[in-house]
């Protein structure tokens, strides 16, 4: 099975704990979470128990997406092609476009990350956050199958991720975008590759950065989290949430870095400044270890001038949407994602 510690390394979970006073009542889990958790723990438990992470992909799957009640047709609504182009080594990379069949020219482009602690996953862990957006006419979703993690390690996956945004940068005719509008887009470990391309494109020049998304975002490796100037409960309040535990989390990080220095092409949070980067959408969950270091990210970017939307949702665990599409609070997540897109992707052709 993949290797687990017996318990977290790089937080003291033995402490006599008590829930933090900003955030901590969201950990209270909501009966509809509380309904379906002996389930996900199962679910879950069974891949974690496959031998490697290889296993593990191969088990998971990449079929599409299921969408949620009410949501659109993904095969009427959206249609989708794959694309590939040479990372800096030369390797090819695939991406995945999403767009409505009556998009418009020059669309935004949404440049999406997917989630699966850079060791698992492909486009379709958000698949269904692609096709929502790529409803919007305004709008073209692309989609990065960035090298993986324990194969290539830390700096590889989000090397891949700049290396094609930069290849969507000088192709926008191929994909029928705006070069000078582009969201950066991802949830978990995607979205902290969201985060530290927003930065990136800053400090080396790359412009048309309109917003980012940042979903479950993981944006500072525990072991450098600046405990002294934010909140950070939720790691050991939801150590043992049944959809990514602490030590679940910790074999993707030392799968994906395992000698990890302080350094912002990883922890973003670290960054020695956030100032001048797009507005950020942030959603985070309140069963989650990632829940105070999403709102952490949220207060050092309002600190550094920053526009943040943020909202964390009780009672829910990580990217419960994509996991409890029926939760009350899932419509409200995906309209709150829309209604962001629509108000940074809106055309003015």
């Given amino acids: 099975m993949v ?3 017996d318990k977290p390394e790089y937080i003291n979970i033995d402490v006599d704990f008590k829930p933090l006073p900003k955030y901590g009542h969201l950990s209270e889990k909501t009966p509809e979470f509380l309904a ?49 182009f040479p990372a800096r080594d030369g390797h090819l990379i695939e991406l995945k476009v999403y767009k409505s069949p009556n998009v418009k020219p020059n669309a935004t482009l949404i440049y999406r990350m997917h989630g699966g602690g850079h060791c698992v996953g492909g486009h379709e862990v ?41 290849w969507c940068k000088k192709n926008p005719k191929a994909l029928g975008i705006d070069p000078e509008k582009i969201i950066v887009a991802g949830s978990s470990a995607g979205a902290s590759c969201a985060a530290v391309l927003a930065i990136l494109a800053r400090d080396n020049g790359i412009t048309g950065i309109l917003a980012q998304v940042l979903h479950f975002p993981a944006v500072c490796h525990p072991k450098f989290f600046p405990r002294d100037k934010y909140e950070f409960g939720s790691y050991i309040q939801n150590a043992n949430n049944v959809v990514l535990s602490a030590v679940r989390l910790e074999a993707f990080l030392d799968a994906y870095n395992p000698n990890p220095e302080p350094d912002h092409k990883h922890s973003p949070l670290l960054a020695a400044s956030l100032a001048n980067l ?11 270890i990632f829940r105070d270091e999403a709102f952490a990210y949220a207060e050092a970017l309002e600190a550094a001038g920053v526009d943040v939307e943020i909202y964390g949702y009780q009672g829910v665990p990580h990217c419960f949407p994509a996991i409890m599409d029926t939760h009350p609070s899932t419509p409200r997540f995906y309209e709150r994602f829309n209604s962001f897109l629509k108000k940074h992707a809106t055309s003015f052709v």
């Fill in 278 to 288: 797009p507005p950020a959408l942030i959603q985070c969950a309140g069963v989650d």
């Fill in 126 to 166: 958000d698949g269904t956050e692609n096709v929502y957006a790529a409803t919007n006419p305004d709008i073209i979703v692309v989609s990065v199958d960035y090298r993986l993690a324990p194969e290539f390690k830390f700096p590889v996956p989000i090397e891949d991720c700049y290396d094609g945004l930069v």
């Fill in 36 to 84: 379906v958790e002996p389930a996900i723990d199962a679910a879950y438990s069974q891949v974690w128990a496959l031998p490697d992470f290889a296993a593990f992909r191969q088990a998971a799957g990449n079929s599409d997406a299921v969408m949620p009640p009410g949501g659109p047709d993904r095969y009427r609504d959206v249609k989708t092609e794959l694309l590939h």
């Fill in 3 to 5: 290797q687990l510690k």
